[in-house]
Structure formats: C-alpha cells, structure tokens
C-alpha cells in the first residue's frame, strides 16, 4: 500500500466568479435546467442538454481582465456512464476554440454515475475553460454539481478518523415490550471530524480560507486519494468554526467537523 495522500478539499472554482459567464453548447428547455446550476452545490437541480449530439461544451469566460488556474474537476449527480460520454477539460488564451484549444487531460470515458474526481497538473491561470464532452451518447447528459478549480491540499490528521463513519436517518418504532415493530428509513449520512493539533499558520489559513470561501455549502473532501481515490465525499461543514490558539499563539488546534447525505443512500 502507498502511503497516504494528505487530505484535500475541492471547493475554489472559477464558475460564478466576478466577472465570468457559463455557457453550455445547448440546454434542455422543457424544464428548469440552468447551466448555471452546475456550480451552486446543491443536488437537488441540475443542468440537462438538449439532445445527446456531440461533442457537447459547457464553457467558462473569466471575464475581461481576468484569469484563472484549474488542477481538478469533480462531478456528482450525472448521468455520464450509462449516456456514454467520454470527458476532459480544455484551456485556452484566446477562446477562439479553433485548434489553439490544450486538453488538461487526457480524455476519458466515466466509468460510472457516481462521483468523478481528476486531479491534473495545472496549466498555469487563462481565461477560458470549457467540458468538453463526447462520444455515441444513448441519451443526452446531466450533470447536478460540476465544478473545476484549484484544489486545497491539508495535511495528515493528528487524531484517528473513521472515513466510513455514518448516522441513518431512521424512525424505528418499538412495541410497550421493547420489540421492533417497524423501521422507516429516510436516507443516511456521513459523518467525519478531522483534526489537526499544534498546527501552524500556513495550515490555519487554507482552512480558514475554505471557511470563508465556501461557508456552509457542500463541497467535495477526499481523505486518501493514492489509496483509496474513489472514496470522494459531498460534505458539508457544521456551523461553529473554533480552532483555539497554542503554544502562546504560535500554533492552533484546528477540528473541522462534516457531515454530507451518503451517496446512493
């Protein structure tokens, strides 16, 4: 077994950015399928296309002025294994899309409609991204939460974690003698608190950055992705954020404690 991969959140993308503009190639009009869906981070309303003619684009303009950097894309919530599609993301300086275009990665089909994580080298800051989908699609493709950016790398928790841990949403009725008479399941959730004692202050900021940046929403974690890199998260923080100082304010205890609906449950 490799060692472990440090903890990552995947949370500071470009789409809705000051400044910038999603577009998609073409968007199913029979319903409320907003592009711009695709980044609010939740599960409960998704971008759909129109039809399943490739290759399909779904394109982010930074604006005038403006660049940014990507080193991951992730996705929940889609329909890309059982469509088909084959996926990758592309740069470019110009947004003349005319061949000047660079794949960030190379193109691969989705191996299944569970959460998807492609970790890159990133490029360097430009202003136009753009998904590019293909392939013989058996429907038309749609995608929940998608986003791309720069990932935030941690550190290896000090105190021991379990990745599986889960708490199920459940009503479970019991007879006057104690018996189970019924059990009525609604969905169940993850549940994970990371710690990180006596960290220092470069570790301190990218958390407290996340905080500020992505608040309460979801956000994708991975906890070990050389070993274990489908085990990809939707979660989402509690509402008190307290990482004491120590070491006469030298160092901080920081505890960031999640919790996000299991996927598929």
Same mark, same amino acid.
């Given at each position: 077994?490799?060692?472990?991969?440090?903890?990552?959140?995947?949370?500071?993308?470009?789409?809705? =950015?000051?400044?910038?503009?999603?577009?998609? /190639?073409? /968007?199913?009009?029979?319903?409320?399928?907003?592009?711009?869906?695709?980044?609010?981070?939740?599960?409960?309303?998704?971008?759909?296309?129109?039809?399943?003619?490739?290759?399909?684009?779904?394109?982010?303009?930074?604006?005038?002025?403006?660049?940014?950097?990507?080193?991951?894309?992730?996705?929940?919530?889609?329909?890309?294994?059982?469509?088909?599609?084959?996926?990758?993301?592309?740069?470019?300086?110009?947004?003349?899309?005319?061949?000047?275009?660079?794949?960030?990665?190379?193109?691969?089909?989705?191996?299944?409609?569970?959460?998807?994580?492609?970790?890159?080298?990133?490029?360097?800051?430009?202003?136009?991204?753009?998904?590019?989908?293909?392939?013989?699609? =058996?429907?038309?493709?749609?995608?929940?939460?998608?986003?791309?950016?720069?990932?935030?790398?941690?550190?290896?928790?000090?105190?021991?974690?379990?990745?599986?841990?889960?708490?199920?949403?459940?009503?479970?009725?019991? $007879?006057?003698?104690?018996?189970?008479?019924?059990?009525?399941?609604?969905?169940?959730?993850?549940?994970?608190?990371?710690?990180?004692?006596?960290?220092?202050?470069?570790?301190?900021?990218?958390?407290?950055?996340?905080?500020?940046?992505?608040?309460?929403?979801?956000?994708?974690?991975?906890?070990?992705?050389?070993?274990?890199?489908?085990?990809?998260?939707?979660?989402?923080?509690?509402?008190?954020?307290?990482?004491?100082?120590?070491?006469?304010?030298?160092?901080?205890?920081? $505890?960031? $404690?999640?919790?996000?609906?299991?996927?598929?449950?």
């Amino acid at each position: 077994m490799a060692d472990w991969a440090k903890i990552k959140f995947f949370w500071d993308t470009m789409l809705g =950015s000051s400044g910038s503009t999603l577009t998609a /190639t073409n /968007t199913d009009t029979s319903g409320d399928y907003d592009v711009g869906y695709i980044h609010n981070m939740l599960e409960t309303n998704s971008w759909q296309a129109s039809s399943a003619t490739t290759p399909i684009y779904i394109t982010c303009d930074a604006g005038a002025g403006n660049t940014r950097d990507a080193d991951f894309l992730a996705i929940i919530g889609h329909n890309l294994s059982t469509a088909g599609a084959t996926i990758t993301l592309q740069y470019s300086a110009t947004g003349a899309w005319a061949g000047e275009e660079i794949d960030a990665f190379t193109a691969e089909a989705v191996a299944a409609d569970t959460v998807y994580l492609k970790e890159f080298t990133a490029p360097g800051a430009k202003r136009y991204w753009r998904l590019k989908i293909t392939g013989t699609l =058996s429907g038309a493709p749609n995608l929940s939460i998608c986003i791309w950016g720069e990932k935030t790398e941690l550190d290896y928790a000090t105190a021991s974690f379990d990745p599986h841990a889960e708490f199920v949403r459940a009503k479970v009725n019991l $007879s006057q003698g104690g018996f189970v008479t019924g059990i009525h399941s609604s969905y169940s959730e993850r549940e994970l608190t990371l710690s990180f004692s006596q960290a220092d202050q470069a570790l301190y900021a990218k958390v407290r950055s996340w905080w500020e940046g992505s608040g309460l929403n979801n956000f994708f974690l991975a906890w070990d992705t050389a070993n274990n890199p489908s085990e990809v998260w939707l979660m989402r923080p509690n509402t008190n954020f307290f990482n004491p100082l120590t070491n006469g304010g030298a160092l901080r205890n920081i $505890s960031v $404690s999640l919790r996000g609906r299991k996927e598929g449950a």
